[in-house]
Antibody, heavy 121, light 111 residues
Framework: EVQLVQSGAEVKKPGESLKISCKGS????????IGWVRQMPGKGLEWMGI????????RYSPSFQGQVTISADKSISTAYLQWSSLKASDTAMYYC??????????????WGQGTLVTVSS | QSVLTQPPSVSGAPGQRVTISCTGS?????????VHWYQQLPGTAPKLLIY???NRPSGVPDRFSGSKSGTSASLAITGLQAEDEADYYC???????????FGTGTKVTVL
């Protein structure tokens, strides 16, 4: 079974750093892109960026470029999303999802269970 | 702000048919990029519902169907059931943004 398992909920203070993870299993981790999606409380889905673990090629949404860093460690089939200095506005649920490639566009399946990040003083 | 626009909400009685629109532009849906749909039940992660405009993954009931025309796409739910009450999102690729984009989301309420 293809599965993505994310790290647990985090509570942080503004200015702190954070790295959350997404571990893939049941497939060749290096052969599929992994994307990250933000969902702020009561809001919709926002695509943040995507990484190809095979060569660490990474693309960011213009809205998130410079705000977060996406990385991967293929030796342990894990992708990461990190912040160097959190803000209260980073409070959200973060999902990772495997990207499936189609001829005219890619879709996301499956999704991780989500990691809730709360930033509060 | 999303580049794919959906109605905030739609509702219907059990057994009825509802449709959700997803309106884009010439840099995404109109450029020929496929549209995909996700269902997000309350308190859970999104789940793929339709891929490649009209294809259903294994396990998705045939009550769900998708279509695309021009700069828009639609998701139809026939024989609406109480368990279909959820948020639904469309997704595509945008060449101007060089990245994936999601729709604004639609809440489906079963009356």
């Amino acid at each position: 079974e293809v599965q993505l398992v994310q790290s647990g909920a985090e509570v942080k203070k503004p200015g702190e750093s954070l790295k959350i993870s997404c571990k893939g299993s049941g497939y060749s981790f290096t052969s599929y892109w992994i994307g990250w999606v933000r969902q702020m409380p009561g809001k919709g889905l926002e695509w943040m960026g995507i990484i190809y673990p095979g060569d660490s090629d990474t693309r960011y949404s213009p809205s998130f470029q410079g705000q977060v860093t996406i990385s991967a460690d293929k030796s342990i089939s894990t992708a990461y999303l990190q912040w160097s200095s959190l803000k209260a506005s980073d409070t959200a649920m973060y999902y990772c999802a495997r990207s499936e490639t189609g001829i005219f566009g890619d879709w996301f399946d499956p999704w991780g269970q989500g990691t809730l990040v709360t930033v509060s003083s | 702000q999303s580049v794919l626009t959906q109605p905030p909400s739609v509702s219907g009685a059990p057994g009825q048919r509802v449709t959700i629109s997803c309106t884009g532009s010439s840099s995404n849906i109109g450029a020929g990029y496929d549209v995909h749909w996700y269902q997000q039940l309350p308190g859970t992660a999104p789940k793929l519902l339709i891929y490649g405009n009209s294809n259903r993954p294994s396990g998705v009931p045939d009550r769900f169907s998708g279509s695309k025309s021009g700069t828009s796409a639609s998701l139809a739910i026939t024989g609406l059931q109480a368990e279909d009450e959820a948020d639904y999102y469309c997704q595509s690729y945008d060449s101007s943004l060089s990245g994936h984009v999601f729709g604004t989301g639609t809440k489906v309420t079963v009356l």
